[in-house]
Each structure stands twice: as structure tokens, then as C-alpha cells.
């Protein structure tokens, strides 16, 4: 006997029980669709605006040149490590795009794309990967947090800072990025469960890349779907095709216009594919198949952009190419920048880590200082 059924059945004349459980919520709204939303290559997609259409195709295009560039300056031993977002640049732009300049952006290492869409200069995106000096930019000048590796404790820092910012009466809205190994996390369930009593002003995005590492989704959770995940903590939960850069732009700004209305959270699920490793220290042939990578390639980011470009004669053969010449030329300039080396001051490490330095933390300092100045005396030394 369910619940429900249980209520009607109650013996007429006894004393009713005081509900132990009550629905405060109605399930159905919340739900995700049955299918992952999709606006390209469908009849949707001749309502789309040329410009928006051009706009999202020079950053997804720039965007995949940037992951090019990035994945061989780890080959060239100018990056420690990059985790490339090739397939998966549609979700990345969106992300950006959807956000106005005094929102704040919360990205995973993955994401660093998102944070160059957003506006942040490529050089200073990567030196975090580089290993160079700590985030590499000003968090509150560009309001993206640092590009956080841990998995998914972005997630209740952007709601503290959304939750903050609504009491303040300031209008900001959190964007928060984590992947689907990450929805496995406490830090996800705490922050999704926070996020929704608060009603605070968050929107969760989860790329669902079909693995973490090795793991393929289905190992590590039987959620019918991890949109589905929105309805247990009350928000509505958006199932939508990642590598559609219309749908992930209409999802995200609408879930973005609700936050900013006071109607609280939203989890979107962007279905997507890795197509390349983990990062440069991954073998994903290891744990795929080359067959369900060729899968994706006919579903491109690129490639549907392109394609509904030509098909309503907003673009050319020329203006596809101007395209791919703007984004060569920011990969260029990447590749200059990062060819340079840095002037870098190894007792920098100790600045910027706490207001007032731990006693560990200045003992450590005092003795690499002394280790610094014995170096070089010993190569004054040498010279002399
Ligand atoms: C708390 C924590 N545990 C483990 C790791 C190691 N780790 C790094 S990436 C990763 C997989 C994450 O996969 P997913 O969330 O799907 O993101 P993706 O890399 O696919 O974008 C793991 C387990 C970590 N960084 N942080
Ligand atoms: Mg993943």
C-alpha cells in the first residue's frame, strides 16, 4: 500500500495521525525531460538569431583551436598538464555567454575554456597548469574563481557566495561547473541540498563527458539520469545535448534569468563527450573503444554549428575560413607567450596563501630563503 493509499484508508471514526510526511513539492515540474534537449537540426533552430549563431561558432571554433594549443604546449613541455575540452566546447562557451559580467563563474580544472570565453587572458588562464604561481589571475577582478581541482567543492563555495551576495541585495548569480564523477561527491550533495532550502541563486552545471578517468558513468551511479538528481533536493533538473551550443545557451540563460529572479537553483545536465584523454598523462584507449569515440565525431560541436550555418546561407566557405584565421592567430599568440620564461620569485609561493602566515609556513620560508641566498652565493663563487 503506498502512502496515498494509506491516507484514503483510514478507518472512519479514529483519531487521525498527524502526517509524518507530507509532499511539500510537486515532483512533476521538476523532472528532466525523457530526452536531452536539442535546438540544432531541428525545426527549433530556424527561430535562432543569425548573430547568436555566428557568435557561439567563433568561440567554439577559437575555443577548439585553444584546446589544440594548449594539449601540444603540454608536449613541449611549456604546461605541466592540460585537461582538454575538445568535444566539449559547446558547453564551455555557453557557460560563459550565459553569464553577465558581475555574475561569478565557479569552474573545475576542466574548464579552463570557459574562463578564456569569459573574457580572461589565455596566458593567465594556464598558469595554474603550468605550475608557475598560484590561480595565475585576480579571482574578484574577473569573477571566476580559481580553476579548482579537488573534485566538486567549487560547489558549496558558489552557493556561500551566491547565498551572500542575495542577502547583500547585490544581483549576482553563481554559475557552478563540475563533472559527473564529481555529482558522486559529498561537496555535491551538501551544496545542491543547501542551495535549494536557500533558494539561492546557483546554477549547477554538470558536464557528463561519460567518464571520470577510467570510470564510465554507469559505474559509479544508478541515477536514471543526473539531472534526475535535481528533483530529490528540489530543483528542476535540465537534461540537455552538451554538444548543442543553441540548447546548452537557451538552458543556461534561462536557468540563469530564474536564479537572477529569486526562483532559486538549477541543475543541467549537458550530455557530452571527452574526446580526447583525461589530460596528456592519460591512455583513454586503455578503457574505450576507438569505435564509440568515432561515435561522437559525427555529433561535433563544430560540426553543428557549421552545418546549420550553411544550411540557412549564414555563412560561406570564406567566412568559415576568416574564423579559423582569428583563431589562429590567438593560438599564435598563446604559443609566443608561453615560449617565454617567466621571471618567477620562488619565495612568491608564501605570499597570497593566508593573511597572517602560519608559524610552520614562516619557518618554511626562512629556510628557503636560506637555501635561495646559499645557491647563489655558491654561484657568485663560481664565478669569480
Ligand atoms: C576529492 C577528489 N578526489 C579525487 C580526485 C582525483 N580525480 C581527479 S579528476 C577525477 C575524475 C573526475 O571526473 P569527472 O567529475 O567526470 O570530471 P571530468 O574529468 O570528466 O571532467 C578524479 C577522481 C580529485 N581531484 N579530488
Ligand atoms: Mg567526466
Given amino acids: 500500500m503506498t502512502v496515498t493509499e494509506q491516507r484514503g484508508a483510514h478507518r472512519a471514526g479514529a483519531p487521525t495521525p498527524p502526517p509524518a510526511w507530507q509532499p511539500r513539492t510537486d515532483p512533476a515540474p521538476l523532472l528532466p525531460d525523457a530526452e536531452p534537449y536539442r535546438v540544432l537540426g531541428t525545426v527549433g ?98 569573477r571566476i574563481a580559481p580553476l579548482c581541482t579537488p573534485l566538486a567543492t567549487q560547489l558549496p563555495h558558489a552557493v556561500g557566495l551566491a547565498h551572500a551576495a542575495r542577502l547583500k541585495g547585490d544581483d549576482v548569480v553563481a554559475l557552478a561547473m563540475v563533472g559527473d564523477g564529481g555529482t558522486s561527491e559529498g561537496d555535491f550533495h551538501e551544496a545542491l541540498n543547501f542551495a535549494a532550502v536557500w533558494q539561492a541563486p546557483v546554477v549547477f552545471l554538470v558536464q557528463n ?24 533536493y528540489g530543483m528542476p533538473g535540465r537534461l540537455v545535448d552538451g554538444n548543442d551550443a543553441v540548447a546548452m545557451h537557451e538552458v543556461l540563460s534561462d536557468a540563469v534569468a530564474r536564479a537572477r529572479g529569486g526562483r532559486g537553483p538549477t541543475l543541467i545536465e549537458a550530455v557530452t563527450y571527452r574526446m580526447d584523454a583525461h589530460t596528456n598523462a592519460d591512455d583513454a584507449t586503455r578503457y574505450r573503444s576507438e569505435s564509440e569515440v568515432d561515435a561522437w565525431r559525427g555529433h561535433d560541436p563544430v560540426l553543428l554549428l557549421e552545418r546549420e550555418l550553411t544550411r540557412r546561407g549564414l555563412m560561406d566557405e570564406a567566412g568559415i575560413q576568416a574564423v579559423r584565421d582569428e583563431a589562429e592567430t590567438m593560438a599564435a599568440a598563446l604559443r609566443e607567450h608561453m615560449n617565454q620564461d617567466p621571471a618567477l620569485d620562488p619565495m612568491d609561493l608564501f605570499t ?15 629556510q628557503l630563503r636560506a637555501e635561495l641566498d646559499a645557491e647563489a652565493e655558491m654561484s657568485e663563487g663560481g664565478r669569480s
Fill in 45 to 142: 533552430a530556424d527561430r535562432v538569431e543569425p548573430e547568436l549563431l555566428r557568435r557561439l561558432y567563433a568561440e567554439v571554433v577559437r575555443g577548439r583551436r585553444f584546446n589544440a594549443q594548449a594539449t601540444a604546449l603540454t608536449k613541449q613541455g611549456r604546461l605541466a598538464v592540460y585537461p582538454s575540452t575538445t568535444g566539449q566546447e559547446a558547453a564551455e562557451v555557453a557557460a560563459a555567454l550565459a553569464l553577465e559580467e558581475r555574475d561569478w563563474l565557479f569552474p573545475s580544472y576542466r574548464d579552463t575554456l570557459a574562463a578564456v570565453a569569459r573574457g580572461l587572458d589565455p596566458v593567465q588562464a594556464l598558469t595554474l597548469l603550468r605550475g608557475d604561481r598560484h590561480t595565475g589571475y585576480d579571482p574578484r577582478e574577473h
Fill in 209 to 232: 563527458n561519460g567518464y571520470a578517468i577510467s570510470v564510465p558513468l554507469a559505474k559509479q551511479t544508478a541515477a536514471p539520469s543526473l539531472a534526475h538528481k535535481a528533483v530529490g
Fill in 352 to 366: 597570497h596563501v593566508y593573511a597572517e602566515q602560519t608559524s610552520q609556513l614562516r619557518e618554511q620560508a626562512e
